[in-house]
Structures are given as C-alpha cells and as structure tokens.
C-alpha cells in the first residue's frame, strides 16, 4: 500500500462544477502539501497545512490529523483549472524526505 | 513569492553526450536542492538531495557517476547527466528549501526540463 493515496485518479467535469480530490496518508506527519503541475510539467506549490483548513480564491484545503485524511476543493471550476494536482508530506523521521501521491488529473469542459 | 528558474525547459541530445540543467533559486538562498524525475503519469520520484557545499546524497539506484550535481552556492544546483542514453529521456524537475527551513518548509519547484536523447 502507498504512503499517500490520491482519489479519483482521473476526473473529468463541467465547467462550473464543485470539485472534490482526496488524500490519505499513512505516515506520520506534520504538514501537507497540495500541488499543482500544469500540463507543461511547471510545479505550484498551492497550499502547506497542518490543521484545519485553508482558502485562496476559488481553492480551500482541509486536513484532519486524526483521521489522516487531506481534501482539495475548488469551487466555481474553471477549464484554466485543468491540471495535475499532487498531495505531498514529508517524513517526520526522515528529514528533507517527501513522499508524493501519483496525483489526480483533472480536465475541466468548456 | 518564492521563485525557483530551471534551464534549459527542454533539450534534444545524441547517445553518448552529455547535458547540464541548471536549478537557480533567484529571490532566496537555498542550502538544500532536490532532484526528481517524472515518467509520464507517474509521480515524481527523488533522485538526490543537493547540500550547498557538500556532496549530494543519492537515492538507492540512482548512478552517481550517471547523474552528477554541484551544488556550488547557495542560489545554483546543477545535474549533469553524463554520456545520455535513449532510456535517459524523461522529465527533469528541480525544487528548492529557504536557507535554514526545515522539512516542513514550503516547496518551491522549477519549471522542469524535458531531455529527449536520440
């Protein structure tokens, strides 16, 4: 089993849509991140969270520590929004070490 | 915020060449660079860890001697991939921690590098 698993894999959805994408991790952390990689191949980073939840525009990330379990949320989706979109976390017993979910391809239809 | 600019974006070479790829951090000083390389539709998988003034610590499999980095200062971080074979060919990206973060230091990455070796 993946230290991190990301769900859907692949999503596809109308333009205006709410989207939902979610991450488990196993290991122990202390922060998550949410990335995202446009079809380039060019990394954003989007969000870096420990507890609670984090908005920025249309984008809101929640984590919930106990349960091990991250979500990414964008309202309003755009097709600019189409994108790769990775949770990472890093190792709390190997420093600088950061395990990355295979990611979630989203395509978003005019 | 942070910006992290890796050159070349793209590059076709011939077996047996080598290439560089540049990773600058231009707006903060980065004592610790990562290499990764991405397979298509994969995910990215870490090569090695670059420390400014010290030898890079490679990930289990990755051929030093194939993979060269420098790590020179404290804004450049090289990877020379050394007589380029086909199987070679991938997606290259770099990423950068602020002087003195810590893992949990926010990730800055570049832009990538696709190198294409025929």
């Known amino acids: 089993k993946n230290e991190v698993e990301q769900s859907p894999q692949n999503l596809t959805a109308q333009e205006g849509e709410f989207i939902t994408i979610n991450c488990s991790y196993s290991v122990g952390i202390s922060a998550l991140h949410w990335l995202q990689q446009h079809p380039g191949g060019g990394i954003v980073s989007l969000f870096m969270?420990?507890?609670g939840k984090k908005k920025h525009g249309r984008l809101i990330a929640t984590i919930n520590i106990q349960e091990k379990h991250s979500s990414l949320h964008i309202t309003a989706s755009h097709p600019r929004d189409s994108a790769v979109y990775i949770c990472a976390v890093p190792r709390m017993n190997r420093d600088d070490k950061i395990i990355f979910g295979k990611g979630t391809r989203l395509h978003i239809l005019p | 915020g942070a910006v992290v600019s890796q050159h070349p974006s793209w590059v076709i070479c011939k077996s047996g060449t080598s290439v560089k790829i540049e990773c600058r951090s231009l707006?903060?000083?980065?004592?610790?660079m990562f290499w990764y390389r991405q397979f298509p539709k994969q995910s990215l998988m870490l090569m090695a860890t670059s420390n400014e003034g010290s030898k890079a610590t490679y990930e289990q499999g990755v051929e030093k001697d194939k993979f060269l980095i420098n790590h020179a200062s404290l804004t450049l971080s090289t990877l020379t991939v050394t007589s380029a074979h086909p199987e070679d060919s991938s997606f290259y990206i770099c990423?950068?921690?602020?002087?003195?973060?810590?893992?949990?230091?926010?990730?800055?990455f570049g832009n990538g590098t696709r190198l294409t070796v025929t």
């Open positions: 990423s950068a921690r602020d002087f003195g973060g810590s893992y949990n230091s926010p990730l800055h």
């Open positions: 707006d903060f000083q980065a004592t610790t």
């Open positions: 969270l420990s507890s």
